[in-house]
């Protein structure tokens, strides 16, 4: 059973940084995707930034609202996945959420990853 724990939410004023971090844990898979989404009050949840890892190297994805902001990177030997990010901004007010599939990202779709963490919030001010 993949388990999955996000730290690292906060408050900052428009502008400002954090760095989030998801420890996973209970997997053993090669080919995986790992995450992180986000959903605001009254909205769908949403793909920020996902990391591919397969037998023959990886890659990211960005959606458009964060390319050149987020940066997504994982620490292989901790099993623990970050989200550095930059240049906040109040749109990027949500709850963050780390997710978890085998094989593929799925373009970023959250209906197609079957594991979560619990959520950190992220809070942006103007």
């Known amino acids: 059973q993949v388990q999955l724990v996000e730290s690292g939410g906060g408050s900052v004023q428009a502008g400002g940084s954090l760095r989030l971090s998801c420890a996973a844990s209970?997997?053993?898979?090669?080919?995986?995707?790992m995450a992180w989404f986000r959903q605001a009050p009254g909205k769908e949840r949403e793909g920020v930034a996902a990391?591919?890892?397969?037998?023959?190297?990886?890659?990211?994805l960005y959606s458009d609202s964060v390319k050149g902001r987020f940066t997504i990177s994982q620490d292989n030997a901790k099993k623990t996945l970050y989200l550095q990010m930059n240049s906040l901004k109040p749109e990027d007010t949500a709850m963050y959420y780390c997710?978890?599939?085998?094989?593929?990202?799925?373009?970023?779709?959250?209906?197609?990853?079957?594991?979560w963490g619990q959520g950190t919030q992220v809070t942006v001010s103007s």
């Open positions: 997710g978890f599939k085998t094989a593929g990202c799925a373009g970023l779709l959250w209906r197609f990853f079957g594991y």
């Open positions: 209970g997997y053993t898979y090669s080919t995986y995707c």
């Open positions: 990391i591919y890892t397969g037998a023959f190297g990886g890659s990211t």
